[in-house]
């Protein structure tokens, strides 16, 4: 029987439709996968009873015609989306053990069409990092990191202490174990969604993207990740970090999954005022290989200082196999984006010290007493909350108070103007922009924890959209010399994720990226 864990979502729907094995047979894979992968970390909270009986509740609605477009197919959940009753942490202590009432509209979704819950994935502390380091779970390793798999003769070392009567009569038996020589990151803060369906432990995943979230971690373990237009997605039930920024997205192997995913997560939320009420188009269709006279930008100011050549090569190559395809490259200007960077990070924390004010001892997870209710605060917060959280805090209280605000914030929201008037000029140009998703391949863990501004550089392809509100995918281009993933970037206007998807297509066609990550590969 062909390897579950090796199929795309659509190939598995199609198996299922055909009565070639069931939900339950193809989630019982996931869930044995998911065991071998927890040298990974991914998983925060595995959901294994939860997935079986979704399973066979999809292959009950199956069996009665009553199929979802995502029925039966077991998936993971970042944990910064509530999920009913199933712990929510956001990746943060101060959240841990908190179970929420409700479940988000875009899980609820997803469960209406029939997937399934593996399990909620781990991230960077209230998705603020490009690293997954900050988690207070613990970091996320990469797949991709280089190392052997290690059979280790169990019965033979547990020999010390047993007798050798009992020795003689156990049967040794082989453990295999996995032993890294460089752990790399997945990228963030979905590193945990990454990790998981790079992994082949979950068929996709969700994401959330505030500044490159879904699509920089996609780049680093060659997995396809889209962000929608702002208001695409509902943010309710999702942990809120920058509210003007914050988008949920799927993290998936195919650009066909990304667009049946996205298809099932989005639609009009009355519980969210920026969600938009706009038909939500098949987006599976729009994939017809067909870019012939579309017009891709290619932004000059994109080329950075010290962009190691690798990238600039593959984002020629980029350039390339769209023209082949009959796409037009054309250069469009985007004046503003040397102040993206410095705008995000102005804006975002100054949005994320409003919205986690909330998180005071009282209402949610983690209180630590003291002698009166300030102290409990401040001991709550303390001890709840990590470094990056906390820095950030303390940035967007600093660009939010009085006499600053002005040079900051206002500033920073006026440079976001013009560069989301950047992006309205250039898509008189052009239809769709392409960029490397990010300016390096995965980094070591560990690295960058002690310079904030190098794990922001991370952001510098990404928070342009993100200001702007603007659909983007990262699509898997290659490997680079130092055999890691690299992603290219496509952007598209306001609510067209269709045209967006329907180039990803074809650069996904002819970069037919299909290496398996190394932990995948040893696991057979
Ligand atoms: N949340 C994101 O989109 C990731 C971004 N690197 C940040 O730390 O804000």
């Not at 009913?84 to 179970?99: C, R």
């Not at 500033?411 to 250039?426: G, N, P």
Request: charged content about 20%; overall charge negative.
């Amino acid at each position: 029987m062909t390897d579950l864990t090796k199929l795309s979502m659509t190939e598995a729907l199609a198996g299922m439709a055909k009565g070639e094995f069931t939900s339950v047979e193809l989630t019982e894979a996931h869930v044995r996968a998911v065991e071998a992968s927890r040298p990974l970390n991914a998983f925060i909270t595995e959901t294994p009873d939860q997935a079986l009986a979704m399973a066979s509740r999809a292959d009950a609605a199956r069996a009665k015609g009553e199929a979802g477009s995502m029925n039966g197919l077991p998936i993971a959940v970042k944990d910064l989306f509530c999920t009913a009753g199933f712990q929510t942490t956001a990746g943060s202590h101060i959240l841990e053990g908190f179970k929420p009432p409700y479940e988000s509209t875009v899980t609820a979704n997803l469960w209406r069409d029939g997937a399934v819950m593996l399990g909620k994935v781990n991230l960077d502390e209230f998705a603020m990092g490009s690293s997954n380091m900050t988690s207070h779970f613990g970091p996320v390793v990469s797949p991709w990191s280089p190392g052997t798999l290690v059979q280790r003769d169990a019965g033979a070392e547990e020999g010390g202490f047993l007798s050798e009567l009992t020795a003689a009569v156990r049967q040794p038996h082989p453990v295999q174990e996995w032993q890294w020589t460089r752990k790399l990151v997945p990228g963030g803060s979905s590193g945990g969604s990454a990790a998981a369906v790079a992994a082949r432990c979950a068929m996709a995943a969700t994401g959330t993207d505030t500044g490159g979230s879904i699509r920089q971690p996609a780049s680093f373990v060659g997995i396809v990740g889209i962000k929608p237009t702002y208001g695409r997605c509902s943010r309710w039930g999702i942990v809120a970090f920058a509210s003007s920024l914050d988008q949920a997205g799927p993290m998936t192997r195919t650009v066909d999954d990304a667009a049946l995913m996205l298809g099932s997560m989005c639609g009009f939320d009355p519980k969210d005022s920026t969600s938009v009420d706009m038909a939500v188009p098949d987006f599976r269709a729009a994939l017809t290989g067909d870019i012939r006279g579309l017009k891709v930008g290619i932004p000059k100011e994109y080329r950075v200082d010290g962009m190691p050549a690798e990238i600039e090569k593959l984002w020629r190559q980029g350039i390339d196999w769209l023209k082949s395809a009959g796409a037009e490259p054309v250069e469009i200007s985007l004046p503003h984006t040397k102040y993206a960077l410095a705008t995000y990070y102005i804006v975002a924390p100054a949005e994320c010290s409003s919205n986690l004010a909330r998180y005071d001892g009282v209402r949610f997870g983690l209180r630590v007493e003291g002698k009166d209710l300030k102290e409990m605060y401040e001991n709550t917060r303390a001890e709840g909350f990590g470094e990056e959280v906390k820095r950030r805090i303390m940035i967007g209280t600093y660009v939010l108070s009085a006499g600053y605000y002005d040079a900051y914030y206002l500033k920073a929201q006026q440079v976001r103007t013009r560069i989301a008037q950047d992006f309205e000029e250039a898509y008189k140009l052009c239809d769709v922009i392409l960029t490397p998703t990010a300016p390096s391949t995965a980094f070591a863990i560990g690295e960058k924890m002690d310079d904030p501004i190098a794990m922001y550089l991370n952001d510098v392809f990404t928070v342009p959209a993100s200001l702007a509100g603007l659909p983007g995918i990262s699509v898997p281009a290659g490997l680079a010399s130092d055999g890691l993933p690299l992603g290219l970037q496509i952007l598209g206007r306001p609510f067209d994720e269709a045209t967006v998807l329907k180039v990803a297509g074809v650069l996904e066609q002819a970069a037919d990226f299909n290496t398996l990550p190394p932990f995948v590969a040893a696991r057979g």
